[in-house]
């Protein structure tokens, strides 16, 4: 993983992109079989990763950082091209696409309200859910190409994680030192707000992929509190050197 400066985050995005754009889509033409509820909980985490990212970018942008930026938005085109591979998805299973959903709306308001540090240690949430999500979805089914479509959304929501931990490692560098704690403390509980609300929304899909909402809440928490650590550690080591992912 990439450790000091983002020029280095901006070269892995973009082996990741030519990765991306040579192993191709996969077969959209071979139709996917999925459970009802896991379709109607994949519906709305298609609408969760959809979305043009400009608030990010634009608050990416202020930061002054050129790299950074440049990374934000190969950062953001993953996320979007997660968006495109559960459509295509939930269209091989012939189900249609939520126009919206008001977790999703209320979701979007919030981190529009935030700076850049608050909007990340949000987005930071969203990223631990994901992963812990896509590995309860790819583990439990059988279908081959939704295993592979969830696959390759968890390996990059995987490499969100220690990207947004370096800027976060700055920008807990850059509170009163008194405030650290506060700020640390704040974000385990949103990160545990965040899997609850996620364990009983999407309850049904889990049981369906034989995840308890208990380990799935379990799991989200455990891996929040291994990064809560790595946004708030001291020092001059990189955060995201600290530990792999
Ligand atoms: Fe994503
Ligand atoms: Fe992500």
């Known amino acids: 993983m990439p450790g000091s400066g983002f020029g280095e985050w901006v070269a892995a995005f973009e082996a990741e992109r030519e990765r991306r754009e040579w192993i191709a889509d996969p077969e959209w033409e071979h139709g996917v ?19 043009d990212g ?11 950082d050129a790299a950074y930026s440049a990374a934000v938005r190969l950062f953001i085109d993953e996320e979007r091209n997660h968006a495109r591979l559960l459509a295509e998805l939930l269209g091989a299973a012939g189900v249609p696409l939520l126009d919206g959903h008001w977790s999703d709306g209320v979701f979007v308001r919030v981190r529009r309200l935030l700076g850049l540090r608050t909007e990340l240690m949000v987005l930071m949430v969203a990223e631990l859910v994901a992963v812990e999500y896509y590995r309860s979805v790819r583990d439990g089914l059988a279908d081959p190409l939704a295993r592979e479509v969830t696959d390759r959304i968890l390996r990059d929501e995987q490499r969100h994680i220690p990207f947004h931990v370096q800027r976060l490692h700055q920008g807990f560098g850059e509170l ?7 700020a640390h403390l704040g974000w385990l509980l949103l990160a545990l707000g965040g899997a609850l609300f996620v364990a009983v929304d999407h309850g049904p899909a889990l049981h369906a992929v034989r995840a308890s909402r208990g380990r799935f809440l379990l799991a989200v928490v455990r891996h929040a509190r291994a990064v809560g650590a790595r946004m708030a550690a001291r020092g001059g080591r990189t955060a995201a050197q600290a530990l792999p992912e």
Do not use: W
């Not at 379709?39 to 990763?49: D, I, N």
């Not at 400009?54 to 002054?64: C, E, T, V």
């Not at 009163?176 to 506060?182: D, E, G, H, L, M």
């Open 176 to 182: 009163a030192p008194s405030a650290r704690p506060f």
């Open 54 to 64: 400009a608030n990010l970018r634009a608050k990416a942008d202020l930061a002054g």
């Open 33 to 51: 079989e999925l459970p009802a509820v896991v379709a109607r909980s994949l519906q709305k985490f298609q609408v969760g990763e959809n979305g």
